[in-house]
């Protein structure tokens, strides 16, 4: 069973940056495609971006598009979020996923397990 721990999150203002992280262990991580959701208070899960098993293909949710990049590091079993041009909107606690396959999933049907997510607040 993989384990998925995330951290990076806070307070920062709008327009201001941060950088997730998503640590994994506990499967061969290379061979499986990431991704990272998020849920506001109130509202339900939602996805935010994905990247394959190699880092060659990426997607995004239209909202996070030309200000979030996904990236992974399969030396160091670890994903990324940077998240540029934060907006009041993005304030979620966000949570890393592991997919069931090396493919690209924008969505939690392809998910396999979840980290416990980590608190991004955007200030206005």
């Known amino acids: 069973q993989v384990q998925l721990v995330e951290s990076g999150g806070g307070l920062v203002q709008a327009g201001g940056s941060l950088r997730l992280s998503c640590a994994a262990s506990?499967?061969?991580?290379?061979?499986?495609?990431l991704g990272w959701f998020r849920q506001a208070p109130g509202k339900e899960r939602e996805f935010v971006a994905g990247?394959?098993?190699?880092?060659?293909?990426?997607s995004y949710a239209d909202s996070v598009k030309g200000r979030f990049t996904i990236s992974r590091d399969n030396a160091k079993n670890t994903v990324y979020l940077q998240m540029n041009s934060l907006k009041p909107e993005d304030t979620s606690v966000y949570y890393c996923?592991?997919?069931?396959?090396?493919?690209?999933?924008?969505?939690?049907?392809?998910?396999?397990?979840w980290g416990k997510g980590t608190l991004v607040t955007v200030s206005s």
């Open positions: 990247i394959n098993w190699s880092g060659g293909r990426t």
């Open positions: 996923a592991v997919g069931l396959t090396g493919g690209l999933f924008s969505g939690s049907n392809g998910v396999d397990d």
């Open positions: 506990g499967r061969t991580f290379a061979r499986y495609a």
